[in-house]
């Protein structure tokens, strides 16, 4: 379709990753030759289950780094990911590897597309090279869990998918979710849908986790974990987790009270009672 290019030879997360800029460059061709209402204001860069996003955001941010002339035209903006809610908790406890032995699922829908991908694969030698990265050899090598994980923090918005069909699990994975990412816009879905694109396209305007780096990401969480404990009792933020418990001396009877208030024994060295300091004249 007009306005679609589709990556036809490798992963774009690996070594093989130039095909996306010069993607990204097609389209902005495709956009010059419109007439000026119908040029792109977006461009929306679609990758498959398996994508790793601090890739592709280092694509992006070497691009910068080198002065290609694309990036005068275009800026990574705002990442964004869909979550399973009807698998999502299930991977994280996951074991299996993420790649094509060991989670299958994860990179075909049905057995039809699999058989579709081995037949390109014995006529396109590029294509068996990607299996091959895919499957380990230079490719991704972590777990399934550790690739959701770096998939949920690594985002300016999570659209928690599926949830006409989660039992049970939605508050989990909502909270999971949060804790992961605490900064991420959430939006609970189905079917992807969501009412207004722009609430996802380009929302953060240059300050998302798009411009961070992994220093940056650390940062982030220790603030976030920090932000869970907050004892600052004037603290009004509302990302902020206070905890307003008592001590058990808060609460004292009143007989206790008064023997506290009434405490005059100046070698006493209890906190917990009130000592009167004044001096007479």
Not at 109 to 118: S, V, Y
Request: net charge negative; charged share 30%; aromatic share 4%.
């Amino acid at each position: 379709p007009a306005g679609i290019v589709e990556l036809q030879n490798g992963c774009a997360c690996c070594s093989i990753s130039g095909e996306l800029l010069t993607s990204v460059s097609e389209l902005l061709t495709l956009s010059d030759m419109r007439g000026e209402d119908e040029r792109f204001d977006h461009i929306v860069i679609e990758m498959s289950g398996v994508a790793e996003p601090r890739s592709v955001r280092n694509i992006f941010q070497e691009a910068m780094m080198y002065d290609m002339p694309l990036m005068e035209r275009v800026t990574l903006d705002t990442l964004v990911t869909v979550v399973d809610c009807s698998t999502y908790l299930d991977y994280l406890r996951s074991s299996r590897l993420a790649n094509v032995l060991e989670a299958p699922e994860l990179f075909y829908r049905n057995e039809e597309d699999k058989k579709k991908e081995a037949d390109k694969e014995e006529e396109n030698w590029m294509v068996g090279m990607q299996s091959n990265l895919l499957d380990g050899e230079g490719g991704y090598e972590g777990g399934v869990c550790d690739l959701l994980v770096e998939q949920t923090e690594v985002a300016d918005v999570v659209l928690l998918n599926k949830i006409d069909i989660v039992q049970g699990e939605l508050e989990d994975t909502k909270q999971v979710v949060a804790t992961l990412n605490p900064r991420a816009k959430v939006i609970a879905t189905s079917f992807g849908k969501v009412k207004d694109l722009n609430e996802i396209l380009a929302i953060t305007k240059g300050q998302g986790v798009a411009m961070d780096g992994v220093v940056d990401d650390h940062k982030d969480y220790v603030s976030a974990a920090e932000a869970q404990n907050c004892s600052d009792p004037d603290c009004a933020d509302p990302l902020h987790s206070h905890d307003h418990s008592h001590s058990r001396n808060d609460h004292s009877t009143d007989e206790q009270s008064d023997d506290v208030t009434g405490c005059t024994d100046p070698d006493c060295e209890d906190t917990s009672h009130n000592h009167s300091h004044s001096h007479s004249s």
